[in-house]
């Protein structure tokens, strides 16, 4: 059974320009979820998708955007890159976004780093 | 109020000892509970889930949920130095749907 897959590992960007992360779900999960995690901190939910489209939003701004494709990989996409945007981004999935909430199983996480 | 609460630590603990760690909730609706374990530099790696009140052992690990107190625990028997890593308490809210909302973490050290 194939996990969860990230890429790049680790990334540098300059603050303004823009970078997408990429996620393969782990077999059999059609749904996907991202989180930012910063230094010392938990993870912070960014948004999830479920059967290509999104299926709830944390708290942040519209300049960090997704999709999700009918493999269910995904693509994590953050415009005008801010120095706090430098952190841990952890794609997750799971086997449906039901009430019951199945386990999650994140990916090894794509490390930015801001500039 | 932060949404779930956990103590930064660091916990230390000798080797072969119970490590309790604590996490209380603020959302009364919150239906399923997981603990992740996460080493310096890595993802964070599921450890257990419990959805009902009592007890969950799995191994050396068992969670424990009070809802009526918002109260959510994972003990590690026996804690071994492979055991020193920091342990996020993460609560799926009134909902569901997976849109975890995790504490800052525990910082637990097992020592020789």
């Known amino acids: 059974e194939t996990g969860v897959t990230q890429s790049p590992t680790h990334l540098i960007k300059t603050r303004g320009q823009q970078v997408t992360l990429r996620c393969s779900s782990q077999?059999?999960?059609?749904?996907v979820s991202w989180y930012q995690q910063a230094l010392g901190q938990g993870p912070q939910f960014i948004f999830q998708?479920?059967?290509?489209?999104?299926?709830g939003r944390g708290n942040f701004p519209p300049r960090f955007s997704g999709l999700q494709f009918p493999n269910y990989s995904s693509e994590l996409n953050v415009n005008a890159l801010e120095l706090d945007d430098s952190a841990l981004y952890l794609c997750?999935?799971?086997?449906?976004?039901?009430?019951?909430?199945?386990?999650?199983?994140f990916g090894n996480g794509t490390r930015l780093t801001v500039t | 109020q932060k949404e779930v609460e956990q103590n930064s630590g660091p916990l230390s603990v000798p080797e072969g000892a119970i490590a309790s760690l604590n996490c209380t909730y603020s959302?009364?609706?919150?239906?399923?509970f997981f603990w992740y374990r996460q080493y310096s530099g890595k993802s964070p790696e599921l450890i257990m889930f419990i959805y009902s009140n009592g007890d969950k052992e799995d191994g050396r690990f068992t969670a424990q949920l009070n809802k009526a107190s918002q109260y959510v625990s994972l003990l590690i028997r026996d804690s071994q130095p492979s055991d020193s890593a920091t342990y996020l308490c993460?609560?799926?809210?009134?909902?569901?749907?997976?849109?975890?909302?995790f504490g800052t973490g525990t910082q637990l050290k097992v020592e020789l």
């Open positions: 077999s059999g999960h059609n749904t």
């Open positions: 998708y479920y059967r290509e489209e999104e299926n």
């Open positions: 997750a999935s799971s086997l449906a976004a039901g009430q019951g909430g199945s386990p999650l199983h």
């Open positions: 993460a609560v799926n809210p009134s909902g569901g749907g997976n849109k975890l909302t």
């Open positions: 959302d009364r609706g919150s239906q399923s």
